[in-house]
């Protein structure tokens, strides 16, 4: 991952109180943390920092697109994003962020980048099983799911009624036992 320095936070000169950020996210960031997952995107990220006495409070929220296959068809749909985070920071002898909900950066520093936060909140929204809308409501048209279909019905027409000889035989000597 490359420094993404447009996502420092220079926090020194801030008075108490709360201070908006707005970011907008395409692919360019999400190509320096080597994430190809996405075809397309087009995120505003909303971040509301809060400067107290003792600490940093980082409230991020996500709207946007990304456009992503379908894992039934592979054909590509925008998939909407609207994550929401919310983190404290602190003030430690060392940076520590085994915490997801709370940040330890050094007594010395100076910014804080929360492009990391930013990439997270995002990717971690998506659901594994990525399914088109028009999948799940039945009115996707595709090779994909022609021979899926095609499939099936050839499974149905192979499964008859009729029942396995043995198994007659089996079930006799249950309905025999009991007479």
Known sequence: MKDLKEFNIHF???KE???LFSYEIDNTFFDAFNYDDFLSSAIKIDLNFTKKSSHFELDFSAAGTVNIPCDTTNEPFDMEVNPTLSM???F???FNDDNEDIITIT?????INISQYIYEMIV???????VHPKVLDGTMESEALSKLKELEITKEKN?????DPRWDKLKNITTEKNT
Do not use: C
């Open 92 to 94: 430690g002898p060392e």
């Open 17 to 19: 109180g709360s201070h």
């Open 159 to 163: 499964v008859s009624n009729e029942t």
């Open 88 to 90: 404290i920071v602190k």
């Open 124 to 130: 971690l929204s998506i659901p594994q099983k990525r």
């Open 107 to 111: 007594y010395d520093a100076d910014k």
């Open 12 to 14: 020194v000169g801030f």
